[in-house]
């Protein structure tokens, strides 16, 4: 009997049962759809209603001002709003992917609203023509919109995330088209939009750049209207003479044909999944057209509208909501009257086994081997029913069969289970989102828990998303902003204890994230309370500067010791404080204040110097100043003087009294007094030769230039000026005079007086010069035997090297100087026998 009273409220279209089981009764009060423009959002999302001001309605009791109001599909008030936006009248009005309402005026501006009424900013206009000669129609689809103009133009919005509108190719048509279908980009070979427009006698596929006609027989005379299937892969076709055709994208062949009572088109052309055709006209019955036999009718006796969806059609009136859809197989293979399938026997035997009949295990023994696919079906079955008693009885009958089958998976009723649990959970007339399971899972979780959230049902997403073990925080994160955006009413000290008691619920969340909702909101107090509790400091201290923490900000930085953190920090506070303001911040911590002086000695020297001087560090201001001196590139006063060494001489002159004020850099403060001083005799040395070879060199440096090029005069006053000490002079005058080769003057300057470092450098030099016999004048005056012996050796004299090693009575002298002479048999002989007089070992 159970069976009986299921199938009886199916209708069979051909060889297909369809069902209409009603899903809610509507909750809203005096709504007139035939008075109203209505937008429906598939997957059950909301219903838009606004009064259609191209109709002349009486008001009743109502106000003159029109409202935009947002129900959901059981006709619960979501929220509403006064329609106040310019433009002309409501031309078309959708719903996104997103839930984002689409409401379009005749002069081509795209208005935007939330589901909670609340107008979304910027407004998009679709072009100056638009505007100019109004827009008549509008066609949507999933995510965008074509729109058509008084004078025949179309215009495309191909992605509402984008809100890029662009003109589509010209019919070259004198009249408006009487229709017109979108092929969605993703079905379409080009990714492009193609509208197909029945205008004149056939129908034109139009694209961004081109315009095709479609050939062919099939269609004759004008198409009065034309609804593409969900797949994107049909097209059903109201012709002139009350003919519905149905054919694939591609215009192939005729798979339905079906003439109509009535020649007038359709108010309402829908597809009923894949398998039929609704064609609804006000005041007759709603008909339904199969790809064969007799159509089915519905009858009603108040306005409709349908709403497509993707395993069905959602009949929407002004008291009820339906769904049509063909029945599911497993369902039919159990209540099919008359059915003796497995699936209906394990129904059935579940109904005896609950009278206690002993016809329970005679059923399973029928069906023993077709256990499995009968337990299947029941799982199916259930899933696709509406009815919760219904659900409950197939998994019952599926869990029945399911301990009698060992080779079945036991964990499919316990998903099924919970994905009911979700569904029923939602289809609950308080929250109004009556969702098939096909469409769920088309739709994904996910995207479920997103509009829940968005409707402000953030418990009911909260424990959905724990039952299905999905991340709960973004639930808790948009309570919380939401929370914050309702109740700016609330203490901060109270809204803040509510908010932790359901953040701390979800571990690793982003406190920031609330709290910058916080600031956004003008609850500054509370967002500097709620970052407190941030544990992440890449995410707390950006914040903290955002909403003017800047002190706490420098001391979280400072706390999670990264400095690119600390230099975010510095860098803000230098741009927004004084400087002096500044210096005190970071003086007492090293770490942003050494952070900032490594940053500011590569970058910023006039600012450092700001902060030596207000610190009281003297002697790092002379360092800068002497440092600059170095690098005249760097050095603002450089470009200030006109010969580059005058600035310099400032510069370190500055640095030397700066030295001089504190006790400990007395050395400092003397080099650079001298490094002045050397600075101002060079410049003098450069312009009373003409050659730029004196500035930057030493002290040494500068005698030898002046001894080379002849001056000995300004060489002795160097020397004196700097007090160079007797031998470091004989050693540069000695090499300098070698460079320039006077040999002259340098025996002459050896026999001035006796030289305090000895003549060995007189023979390096004149050696080094390759000079043998300059060095033969100063080898023979050397002291040291040892000495006179290598220099000998060194210009290739082996048997003076060998007396001299003799006098000096060193073997291991006379072993290396062998050595230095072992190509020459002679010598080797010659060093050999002075050895061997020394009586010291052999040397090999």
Known sequence: MAN????????????????????????????????????????????????????????????????????????????????????????????????????????????????????????VTLGKECFEQNVVECVFWGNGVVCLTEGGLLFCIPDFKVMSPCQLAETGAEDLPNCMAVIEPKYTVSGNVEVLVGIGDGILIVDEDSVQRVEGEMVQGPVQKLVVSWDGKYLAIFTHDGRILVTDINFKGVLLEYNCESAL???????????????????????????????????????????????????????????????????????????????????????????????????????????????????????????????????????????????????????MCKTLRVLNAVRDPEIGIPLSIKQYKLLTPSVLIARLINAHRHLLALRISEYIGMNQEVVIMHWACSKITASLAIPDATQLEILLDKLKLCRGISYAAVAAHADKNGRRKLAAMLVEHEPRSSKQVPLLLSIGEEDTALMKATESGDTDLVYLVLFHIWQKRQPLEFFGMIQARPLPRDLFISYARCYKHEFLKDFFLSTGQLQEVAFLLWKESWEPG????????????????????????????????????????????????????????????????????????????????????????????????????????????????????????????????????????????????????LADLRERAEAYARIGMAKEAADAASQAKDGELLGRLKLTFQQNAAASSLFDTLRDRLSFPSVS
Not at 32 to 59: H, T, Y
Request: a neutral charge.
């Open 4 to 123: 009986v009273s299921v199938a009886a409220e199916w209708q069979l279209l051909y060889n297909r049962y369809y069902r209409k089981p009603e899903l809610y009764p509507m909750r809203w009060k005096n709504i007139d759809l035939s008075r109203n423009k209505v937008a429906c959002a598939p997957f059950g999302g909301p219903i838009a209603v606004i009064r259609d001001d191209s109709k002349i309605v009486q008001l009743y009791s109502e106000s003159a001002l029109r409202k935009l109001r947002i129900f959901t599909s059981s006709g619960v008030l979501i929220s509403d709003t006064v329609w106040k936006n310019p433009g002309g009248r409501l031309i078309g009005m959708s719903w996104t992917e997103d839930q984002a309402l689409i409401c379009i005026v005749q002069d081509g501006t795209v208005y935007r609203y939330n589901i909670h009424a609340e107008l979304i900013e910027p407004n």
């Open 634 to 781: 760097k050095n603002p006063m450089a470009s200030k003087g006109s010969p580059l060494h005058g600035p310099r001489i400032k510069l370190i002159d500055k640095a030397q009294h700066l030295f001089a004020e504190t006790k400990e850099h007395t050395f400092e403060s003397k080099a650079a007094e001298e490094h002045a001083k050397l600075l101002r005799i060079q410049h003098e040395l450069e312009v009373s030769t003409k050659q730029a070879i004196f500035v930057d060199s030493s002290i040494s440096d500068t005698i030898r230039t002046c001894i080379v090029l002849g001056n000995h005069r300004a060489a002795m006053k160097v020397k004196n000026e700097f007090k160079v000490s007797e031998k470091r002079w004989y050693w540069l005058k000695v090499f300098a005079l070698a460079t320039i080769r006077d040999w002259e003057a340098l025996e002459k300057f050896s026999k001035e007086k006796r030289p305090p470092i000895g003549y060995r450098p007189f023979v390096e030099a004149c050696i080094d010069a390759d000079e043998k016999g300059e060095a033969l004048k100063y080898i023979p005056k």
């Open 265 to 415: 088109p359709p108010e309402q052309l829908a597809w009923c999944g894949l398998d039929s055709v609704l064609l609804y006209w006000d005041d007759t019955p709603l008909l339904m057209v199969g790809p064969r036999g007799d159509p089915v009718h519905y009858f009603y006796d108040e306005p409709l509208l349908l709403i497509p969806e993707c395993d069905g059609v959602r009949i929407l009136s002004n008291s009820i909501l339906e769904f049509l859809q063909r029945v599911p197989d497993s369902t039919v293979t159990i209540f099919k009257i008359g059915s003796t399938s497995p699936a209906a026997l394990l129904y059935d035997a579940l109904d005896h086994f609950d009278r206690r009949s002993a016809k329970a295990d005679e059923n399973l023994r029928l069906i023993q081997k077709s256990l499995p696919e009968a337990v299947e079906a029941c799982i199916d079955a259930a899933g696709h029913e509406f009815d919760v008693s219904r659900q409950r009885s197939l998994l019952r009958a599926a869990s029945y069969g399911q301990a009698f089958c060992s080779n079945f998976q036991r964990d499919r009723i316990q998903e």
